[in-house]
């Protein structure tokens, strides 16, 4: 039975800001995710691209001594990667969830390889000296309203990075031009192409911006929450924010709330395993955010609606 | 032809090929078109109508030959190009975001203000602007999938008026508008005629060539076969010209004795719609065999759902649905399918065919894991292909073999492989769902003619069609259907088109 002192252990402020740091991956590979499938590409690659980010940004970070370098790194890279993907889907026409399922076991390889090369040894890096984590700062006044105040503005770097990106993509999809062609891409992409618009463009955009943030998720986890870089370390997060993005209906923000809840999830059963309140194997408790995806795209799926043309290939002239 | 000299030519097309990987779709084409004009483009399914606009357009580049604008040569990159020079085009299926508002779809691509960011309000007070100026009125702030087709082509027109089109290209724009929307449409190109706009308008529908074009080109397979002046042509020179033959423009109806038990009975029957709301309120119906029962009906009164509840696809909320005698309102598609009765879909694509699979396994499909059509587990593929070969041949599907995927047939040929599937199984009823829609002349008179004989041959049929022309050729007894109601029958023989036109829209004479 948990007791009042127990549940008093387990939810405090501390969860809040637990669920926040732990959810700030998952929402940023959702929201770039998002942007990919709103355009018209299913990107089913975020886990891999996650990885090849996390890598290069702790890599960078070593070699550099700046994990703000790192940090760019880890965007580079991602970026990068996703262009295969791109390039696979958009210019070659192959099947969208067969490139992206590629892409993940390619990351592996490449970042076992990368560790060899780079450390001589596979498994875990060495750990960094200073990582983002050592620029945790309060924002002023806001830092100070109760219970939200510590847990929402006494973060990380990228923490706060991530409340940017859900504002400005929010913004991005409503209001500019660039946000009305994705949109139009993954709904009707021949609708965009016969006014003018390159369908082509818009797609490799959205993958990028997707390739982009996931290698900011990926640096995160290996030089903002961690020190080092860990062989697939990701350990399903890059799936998790595709869960995220479906039960957030496709949208920044819901797939910003939905993150959060994984996030809360995760940090719920970590202190339930701690606080050792049910006696029960620990396996049980990790299995907690899994059910708790599973049940909220179940239940939230029927209700929200993919973009019409999401993963379907466009082309003008078949060759049929 | 004399008006040729004094006026300007607009745009030309020189020797214009273009070769699919397949077919060779365009074929020596060479075209003008006249300052202010208004110009059809007749053809049969697959002539090549839409691929030489889509050329002009920008979207397909040409295998060889030149365009001409204002006698000038261009080459179009993209569509882009084309709408810089003047051109635009309303797509033979529509290019409407349907989440997105009027005012999106609008502006899409062409969207006002600063930097990268739209001003909505600029942007919304331009296409109101436009919508009045041109006299198309149509809310800018709904969603396009609120709208009816006749208002989304509308949004489709303001889309090429909003980019400063001064040649306009509408494929097919009246295969899908009621009567009343196609006359509409018709003021608006005359008004656009008027104001300087010239006008390709391509069509099935000769009586429409006739009323709105000054002038015509005829194509068929790819070639350029002749050009008229509408002023002087007919209707059966022109069809002849299609086709390649003399083509019967209505199918001779020959009497045929009724027999007295329906084969299908609606009794009080009721239905709702995704909505919750009443798609169908309280109708009753009775078809027999060897007659055919006309529903005619603006679209969108209830026919979908109609044709639906007959074939169990949605639920009846309440009355009986009689077959033989026998109620099935709660049997299963599947089970009504096997007490014989046949369903031609109003959406070939996306409802009677499977697309990427071939004509053979078209024609099984449904019947497939019975005999003949298979031994133990497997499918007997030797039958299958051999039979579908035999109905290729009777039905006159044009293709290469029966093995063929049916997606890359042409609609009047799609339109065969369902009729050979239905009608070969030798159904007691038939419900027909607009069986004609978008296809030209000489598939309209074969089908029309095979729906005949399936009468002829005893069967109970119940045909849904939006053209009343269909209607009147086919059908023995009309039923005008208004607001999901049954609320006139008619006698074809002792009515008119003006007569049925007023029940379709909530008159009564
Ligand atoms: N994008 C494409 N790729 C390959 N083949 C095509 C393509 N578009 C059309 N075709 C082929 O080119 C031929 C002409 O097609 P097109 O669409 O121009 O005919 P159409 O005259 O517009 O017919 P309809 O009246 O049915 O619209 C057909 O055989 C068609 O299968
Ligand atoms: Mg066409």
């Known amino acids: ?320 | 032809m004399s008006p040729k000299e004094e006026r300007n030519v607009v745009l030309e097309t020189r020797h214009i090929a273009k070769q699919f990987p397949k077919v060779l779709a365009n074929d020596d084409i060479s075209i003008t078109l006249y300052e202010g004009e208004i110009l059809s483009l007749l053809g049969e399914n697959g002539a090549g109508k839409s691929t030489l606009m889509n050329v002009l357009y920008g979207l397909y580049k040409p295998t060889s030959g030149k365009i001409l604008l204002h006698g000038e040569e261009v080459e179009f990159s993209s569509p882009r190009d084309a709408i810089s020079k003047g051109l635009g085009m309303v797509h033979q299926h529509f290019m409407l975001v349907d989440t997105l508002t009027v005012t999106e779809n609008i502006i899409l691509g062409a969207e006002p203000g600063r930097g990268g960011v739209i001003d909505y309000k600029k942007a919304r007070e331009q296409v109101v602007a436009i919508a009045k100026k041109y006299g198309l009125r149509v809310d800018p702030d709904e969603t396009i999938e609120n709208l009816s087709v006749g208002l989304q082509q509308r949004v489709e027109i303001l889309k090429a008026l909003y980019r400063n089109a001064k040649i306009l290209i509408l494929d097919e724009p009246t295969a899908v508008l009621t009567p009343q929307e196609v006359d509409e449409l018709f003021e608006v190109v005359k008004t656009l005629r008027n104001s300087g706009v010239s006008v390709i308008i391509i069509t099935h529908k000769l009586e429409e060539v006739m009323e709105i074009s000054d002038r015509c080109y005829i194509l068929r397979r790819g070639r350029q076969e002749g050009e008229r002046l509408t002023r002087g042509a007919t209707k059966a020179e022109l069809a002849n010209l299609m086709v390649g033959r003399d083509v019967v423009l209505t199918v001779a109806k020959t009497p045929h004795t009724v027999a007295k038990d329906p084969i299908m009975q609606l009794e009080h029957v009721t239905v709702l719609n995704e909505k919750k709301v009443q798609a169908l309120k309280d109708c009753s119906l009775d078809i027999h065999p060897g007659e055919i029962v006309g529903i005619a009906g603006v679209d969108g009164n209830g026919q979908s759902e109609l044709a639906e509840v007959i074939m169990g696809l949605i639920p009846v909320e309440s009355g009986r649905i009689m077959h033989e005698g026998e109620d099935v309102a709660k049997l299963s598609t599947r089970q009504r399918i096997f007490k014989n009765i046949s369903y031609v879909p109003a959406d070939r694509q996306e409802f009677g065919l499977v697309l990427p699979m071939t004509i053979a396994e078209n024609i099984a499909i449904g019947y497939h894991e019975k005999m003949p059509y298979c031994r133990g587990l497997s499918l007997d593929y030797s039958y299958i292909n051999r039979h579908a070969e035999e109905l290729v041949a009777s039905f006159d599907i044009r293709t290469s073999s029966a093995l063929a995927p049916a997606g890359t047939l042409s609609g009047g040929n799609q339109q065969k492989v369902i009729l050979a599937r239905e009608f070969s199984r030798e159904p007691t009823f038939l419900l027909v769902s607009q069986p004609t829609r978008g296809l030209d002349v000489g598939a309209i008179e074969y089908i029309h003619s095979q729906i005949l004989a399936m009468r002829d041959r005893n069967v109970g049929i119940l045909l849904i069609s939006m053209e009343l022309e269909e209607i009147f050729a086919l059908a023995d007894r009309i039923m005008v259907m208004y607001e999901g109601k049954i609320v006139k029958e008619l006698d074809p023989e002792k009515t008119d088109e003006k007569e049925v036109g007023l029940y379709m829209t909530g008159g009564n004479a």
């Not at chain 1, 290069?56 to 262009?83: E, K, R």
């Not at chain 1, 990582?131 to 510590?150: E, K």
């Not at chain 1, 599973?294 to 082309?315: E, H, M, Q, T, Y």
Request: proline content about 4%.
């Open chain 1, 1 to 320: 039975m948990i007791d009042m002192i127990l549940a008093s252990q387990i939810f405090n402020v501390d969860l809040l800001a637990a669920s926040i740091r732990l959810s700030t991956p998952i929402a940023i590979a959702a929201i770039g995710a998002t942007i990919c499938e709103r355009s018209g590409v299913v990107n089913i690659a975020m886990e891999g691209i996650m990885i090849v980010g996390a890598f290069f940004a702790l890599w960078f970070s070593a070699l550099t001594g700046s994990p703000w370098i790192g940090l760019f790194a880890g965007l580079v890279f991602g970026g990068l990667y996703s262009l295969i993907h791109a390039w696979a889907t958009v210019t070659l026409h192959l099947d969208h969830t067969v490139s992206g399922a590629v892409l993940n076991i390619l990351a592996l390889g490449i970042t076992r390889y990368m560790m060899v090369l780079a450390y001589g040894h596979p498994g875990t890096s060495d750990s960094i000296p200073v990582t983002l984590a050592n620029y945790r700062f309060a924002v002023p006044l806001l830092s100070d309203i109760p219970i939200l105040g510590p847990s929402l503005f006494n973060q990380t770097p990228i923490v706060y990075i991530m409340f940017l990106l859900v504002i400005f993509f929010t913004w991005f999809m409503k209001k500019t031009k660039v946000g009305l062609h994705i949109k139009a891409s993954g709904e009707h992409p021949y609708a965009l192409e016969t006014i003018g618009v390159s369908v082509y463009k818009i797609r490799y955009l959205g993958v990028i911006i997707s390739g982009l943030l996931g290698g900011v998720a990926g640096a995160y986890l290996s030089i903002e929450n961690q020190s080092t870089f860990t062989e697939g370390m990701t350990n399903g997060r890059g799936f998790i924010a595709m869960a995220a993005m479906i039960s957030g209906g496709w949208t920044p923000i819901g797939a910003f709330l939905a993150a959060l809840f994984f996030g809360f999830a995760e940090a719920f059963q970590l202190r339930l395993q701690i606080s050792g309140a049910v006696s029960i194997p620990g396996e049980f408790f990790t299995i907690i955010p899994y059910v708790a995806t599973l049940a909220a795209v179940a239940g939230l799926v029927r209700k929200s609606k993919a973009p019409k043309a999401d993963g379907k290939d466009f082309i003008i002239e078949k060759e049929d």
